[in-house]
C-alpha cells in the first residue's frame, strides 16, 4: 500500500487473491479510487475468479455493505450479482441470509434476470423477515414494517393464481393498494426443472459431467430434462420404472437420503429395456453424489 501511496504503482504478480481483496478492502476505505477500480478488474479477471467464487459469502457481504455506502466496488457488485441471478440459491440458502442488510436484499429482488420463481423469493422475504410459530395481529403489523421496502419489489404477477392463494393470501394484511403495479418482468426465462429433488443448478451440474467438462455449466443447459417416472406419483416398484420407461435412453435416476439430505443417483445412456434380456456395457455411465459433489464412475455389464 505505501509504495502505491508514495510511488505510485503497485505490482499483484506474487500477492494471494486473499491480500488483494483485503488491500481492495483497505482502498476503499482510504478513498483510493484509481487503486480499487484496479483491484476490481484484477480479481474478475477469469484466472482470479474462481477464488472470488469459493469465498463468495465474505466478498458479498464486504462488497455490497461498502456499495451502499461508498458505491465504489460497483465492479465486484456486478460480478456477485450475476452470480446470484444464476444461482440464488448461494445467498437464500447461505447461514448469512436472514443477517442480510435491507438494501442488499432489496438489489437482489430488483435483478430483473433472478432465475428463481415469484413465489421462492416471496418465502425468501417472509424468511428474512420474521418467522413467528403463531401469528398475531402485532406480528403482522411489524412484518408490515419490517418488509415495507421489499414488498414492493416481488413480481406478485408472475404467480400462478394457485401460488397467490397458497402464498400471499395468508399475508393479506401486508400489503397496500397498487403495490406492484409498474414493475417489469424478469427479462430471464427460468428453465422448468420437474423435479422436487435437483434444481436447475443441479441440473446443469450433471449435464457438464454427461459431457465431460472440466468446468460445470453456468447457464444455458444443452439438454431438456423430462420427468418421466415420479415415486410419490407412480410409486417405487421397479417393474414401474422399466414399463415406463422401455426403450428410452438417456436417463437419469435421483433419490435424496431422508436423514442426511443427501441427493444420489445415476445416469444411464442406454435404453432401458423392459425385456430384461442381457446385459449392456458402457462407459459413459455414472452415480452420483450431489452433496459431496464425489462422482464415481462404473460400468453396466
Known amino acids: 500500500m505505501s509504495k502505491y501511496i508514495y510511488g505510485g504503482t503497485i505490482s499483484l504478480e506474487k500477492l494471494e487473491n486473499s491480500i488483494i481483496f483485503d488491500l481492495l478492502t483497505s482502498s476503499n476505505e482510504l478513498g483510493l479510487d484509481e487503486l ?9 479477471n477469469t484466472n482470479n475468479a474462481s477464488w472470488l467464487k469459493l469465498n463468495f459469502a465474505q466478498v458479498y457481504q464486504t462488497a455490497s455493505v461498502n456499495f451502499f455506502k461508498l458505491k465504489n466496488l460497483d465492479i465486484i457488485q456486478k460480478f456477485c450479482n450475476n452470480i446470484i441471478a444464476k444461482h440464488p440459491n448461494t445467498i437464500f440458502e447461505s447461514e448469512k441470509f436472514i443477517s442480510l442488510p435491507e438494501d442488499t436484499l432489496i438489489s437482489i429482488i430488483k435483478l430483473d434476470d433472478l432465475q428463481l420463481d415469484e413465489d421462492k423469493i416471496w418465502d425468501y422475504v417472509i424468511q428474512w423477515g420474521t418467522n413467528p410459530d403463531e401469528w398475531t395481529s402485532d406480528d403482522f403489523l411489524a412484518l408490515k414494517t419490517t418488509l415495507k421496502n421489499c414488498l414492493p419489489h416481488v413480481r406478485y404477477f408472475n404467480m400462478s393464481s394457485e401460488k397467490v392463494l397458497e402464498k400471499l393470501w395468508p399475508y393479506l394484511q401486508l400489503f397496500e ?7 417489469p418482468t424478469r427479462t430471464t426465462p427460468i428453465p422448468s426443472i420437474p423435479s ?12 457438464s459431467w454427461i459431457d465431460r467438462k472440466g ?13 418421466l417416472v ?4 407412480d410409486g417405487f416398484d421397479v417393474k414401474t420404472i422399466y414399463n415406463i420407461c422401455d426403450k428410452i435412453s438417456n436417463t437419469i435416476i435421483v433419490a435424496k437420503v431422508e436423514d442426511t439430505g443427501e441427493i444420489i443417483g445415476d445416469y444411464n445412456p442406454l435404453e432401458i429395456r423392459n425385456n430384461g434380456n442381457g446385459w449392456y456395457s458402457s462407459q459413459d455411465s455414472f452415480v452420483f453424489s450431489l452433496k459431496t459433489e464425489n462422482l464415481k464412475k ?3 455389464k
Open 298 to 300: 462404473f460400468h453396466y
Open 230 to 233: 415420479r415415486g410419490s406419483r
Open 36 to 44: 480499487v477500480e484496479h483491484l476490481q478488474t484484477h480479481l474478475v
Open 177 to 183: 393498494p397498487k403495490l406492484c403495479a409498474t414493475l
Open 196 to 207: 422436487n429433488i435437483i434444481t436447475n443448478e443441479h441440473a446443469l451440474e450433471l449435464s
Open 215 to 227: 468446468t460445470t455449466f453456468t447457464e444455458n443447459n444443452p439438454y431438456e430434462f423430462k420427468l
